[in-house]
């Protein structure tokens, strides 16, 4: 058996006390968790395909712990509303009230579908439609709703309508589109963006009820109205729209793509 001397035992516990006192300060000097990024809201506005909109970016959350934690959804999107009834639901009110009591980062609208009538102003003066009266007063409600969204320095993006079934709708879908894309510049704010409406992906654009799926399996995505879409259609408009809504975070100083890498297999 080897005896270790007193001096030997003694220098040992000097040796190990100096070698816990060099790493006691960098246990202390090390960065403690970092913060919790700060939640992004995005609110919903304008009619039921802003609610379908609205619903498709729920499902997604819902399929990211990354971006569910980053991101709060504000649904305030009213079925039949739309632009021209400034006598009943106007949107441009109710934009500023949700601005105000919720301050959303961003905005994302969409409207028209219930707007093929005339305006009737809160004072019951009306504007026929069709006529280029219509179009002239519709693009400045359309401008005033966008500086309503802007007004506490928010982001806005208006969403372009897609192909519709019938002729007279799709004419006048195609029509609102242009307005929309007018109003967005001439709100003359980077915060503001127009963004081109969902395609099936046909050169011409024509109306396909059935798409293939994740699966490759035709599946419906519009709905029997030739108007909106089903889940599955909403969330394929939402695919397409999606990097626009990551683009106007962006520029706000908040790079969620960055922040959830994209998740093979989720969408």
Same mark, same amino acid.
């Given at each position: 058996?080897?005896?270790?001397?007193?001096?030997?035992?003694?220098?040992?516990?000097?040796?190990?006390?100096?070698? %816990?006192?060099?790493?006691?300060?960098?246990?202390?000097?090390?960065?403690?968790?970092?913060?919790?990024?700060?939640?992004?809201?995005?609110?919903?506005?304008?009619?039921?395909?802003?609610?379908?909109?609205?619903?498709?970016?729920?499902?997604?959350? $819902?399929? @990211?712990?990354?971006?569910?934690?980053?991101?709060?959804?504000?649904?305030?999107?009213?079925?039949?509303?739309?632009?021209?009834?400034?006598? $009943?639901?106007?949107?441009?009110?109710? +934009?500023?009230?949700?601005? @105000?009591?919720?301050?959303?980062?961003?905005?994302?609208?969409?409207?028209?579908?219930? @707007?093929?009538?005339?305006?009737?102003?809160?004072?019951?003066?009306?504007?026929?439609?069709?006529? #280029?009266?219509?179009?002239?007063?519709?693009?400045?409600?359309?401008?005033?709703? +966008?500086?309503?969204?802007?007004?506490?320095?928010?982001?806005?993006?208006?969403?372009?309508?897609?192909?519709?079934?019938?002729?007279?709708?799709?004419?006048? !879908?195609?029509?609102?589109?242009?307005?929309?894309?007018?109003?967005?510049?001439?709100?003359?704010?980077?915060? !503001?963006?127009?963004?081109?409406?969902?395609?099936?992906?046909?050169?011409?654009?024509?109306?396909?009820?059935?798409? #293939?799926?994740?699966?490759?399996?035709?599946?419906?995505?519009?709905?029997?109205?030739?108007?909106? %879409?089903?889940?599955?259609?909403?969330?394929?408009?939402?695919?397409?729209?999606?990097?626009?809504?990551?683009?106007?975070?962006? !520029?706000?100083?908040?790079?969620?793509?960055?922040?959830?890498? #994209?998740?093979?297999?989720?969408?």
């Amino acid at each position: 058996m080897i005896l270790f001397s007193t001096v030997s035992r003694r220098g040992l516990i000097a040796s190990a006390l100096a070698a %816990f006192a060099a790493i006691a300060p960098a246990r202390a000097e090390a960065p403690a968790h970092a913060e919790a990024p700060a939640l992004l809201h995005i609110a919903f506005v304008g009619d039921s395909m802003a609610d379908g909109l609205w619903g498709a970016m729920f499902r997604r959350l $819902g399929k @990211d712990k990354c971006l569910a934690e980053r991101i709060r959804l504000i649904r305030k999107a009213k079925n039949g509303t739309g632009l021209t009834r400034l006598d $009943g639901f106007n949107w441009i009110d109710e +934009i500023g009230k949700i601005v @105000d009591e919720s301050h959303p980062d961003l905005v994302v609208g969409s409207f028209g579908i219930n @707007d093929r009538q005339g305006i009737v102003e809160k004072d019951k003066r009306a504007v026929a439609y069709p006529s #280029p009266a219509f179009d002239t007063r519709y693009q400045a409600i359309v401008v005033e709703a +966008i500086h309503a969204a802007l007004a506490q320095g928010g982001s806005i993006m208006i969403v372009g309508l897609p192909i519709m079934l019938e002729d007279d709708a799709n004419a006048d !879908a195609q029509a609102k589109n242009k307005i929309f894309e007018a109003a967005v510049k001439e709100a003359g704010s980077d915060k !503001a963006s127009y963004v081109q409406p969902w395609t099936s992906g046909a050169n011409p654009e024509v109306y396909k009820p059935y798409l #293939p799926n994740a699966r490759g399996a035709m599946a419906l995505v519009r709905a029997a109205d030739g108007i909106h %879409f089903t889940t599955l259609g909403y969330d394929m408009v939402m695919e397409a729209i999606y990097p626009s809504v990551l683009a106007s975070l962006k !520029a706000r100083g908040r790079d969620v793509a960055a922040e959830c890498p #994209p998740r093979v297999g989720v969408r």
